[in-house]
């Protein structure tokens, strides 16, 4: 079994979807507890990149002694994000002093090339421009200080974790198969797309790409990190003193109930990003997590998207969905999952683009 331990519920998502795209059977669990239905890969969301550094120390280290009880036979990879958001190192440093690890070094890689998202000559590039000059540089928990691997990470070296220039998909590909046993593989989408190449072939799933309905569905643009798209439904923005923290949140889920109750679909995003800071980001999808637990309470969508794995994360611990399969794989990074009751949810990485998310393609 290919066990993958990612550190926000898109992350997670993302990666379940290229294993099921791969022909593997897949589950996406949001806590590893009871026993394990039979699969070909297990993706478990830690959802420590929401944590303090303390706490998602913690929480790695409990899973990989979780793993490691439960017998050999798991190949364990550490999905991190393609911004170098999250506690990285802390959560790198902890599995491989996990006396049930089998880890010497560990292969970093969370550049992306099908994303165009390298890293050359040791600067971490996002289409072109290094990351401390995109709007990376106001994520509210994480900004980019520095586009220098070596700045970003300066424990790197002392904890025998490499962080090689990739520049293309087949630089990837090279480095994976390159690497040692007793390498752990850590990083991003095309570094786990390229491992699973290694593995043993199975047949692609089939996928429908069902088209949304805007009519029946719920959209939560939970990050400042969206590009913003005008759609043909209803919206309801986070007000400024919502975002601010100046107001409480009930006359904007009053007026959202109202108009969800009455189109049966809306939007939810929030239209500023000037605020950084844990507190800040905590607060924000606390807040969004209640308006949409609320919204669900009334009545639950065919579809249910949610862009930005914070908000996920909070949105799914408050409906109390633990256990997802995936459904279908829209696009690279923006999966469909079967969720209790009947309706489908669709996960989006808040720095990737919504494209044609919306029009789909007809099964014909």
Known sequence: ????????ITGAAELAGIAFAHGFKTLLRMELEGRIPCCDVLVINSDSRSMTENGAVAVTTRLMNALGKMGDGMTVFKKTDSALRGHIMAELSAMLASPYAH????????????RDRIIRNGVYLIHGKPIHLTDFSYDPEFPARSS?????FPEAVALGVMMPDAVCLDD???????????????????????????????????LSRRRIDLSDALVVAGSTQSGKTQWDM?????PLG???GREDAGDWLNRACSAYNDHHALLLDIPFQHLTGRDVALRLREVMAEVVSRLLAVRLPSDLVIEGGATASAILNRMGWEDMAVADVFSPGVIRLSVPGG??????????????????VDPS
Do not use: H
């Open 103 to 114: 880890f010497s070094k560990v292969l970093f890689l969370p550049a992306n090339p099908s």
């Open 234 to 238: 209803p919206a309801v923005s986070m």
């Open 172 to 206: 990837v590909r090279q480095l994976v198969r390159c690497v040692s046993d007793d390498t752990l593989l850590a990083g991003a989408a095309d570094l786990f797309s390229a491992f699973l190449e290694n593995r043993r072939s199975k047949s692609a799933s089939p």
């Open 242 to 244: 919502v975002y601010e």
């Open 148 to 152: 220098l691997m070596s700045e970003r």
């Open 1 to 8: 079994m290919i066990v993958v331990i990612a550190d926000d």
């Open 343 to 360: 309706c489908l949810l669709t996960l989006k990485p808040g720095s990737y683009s919504w494209g044609d998310l919306f029009r789909g």
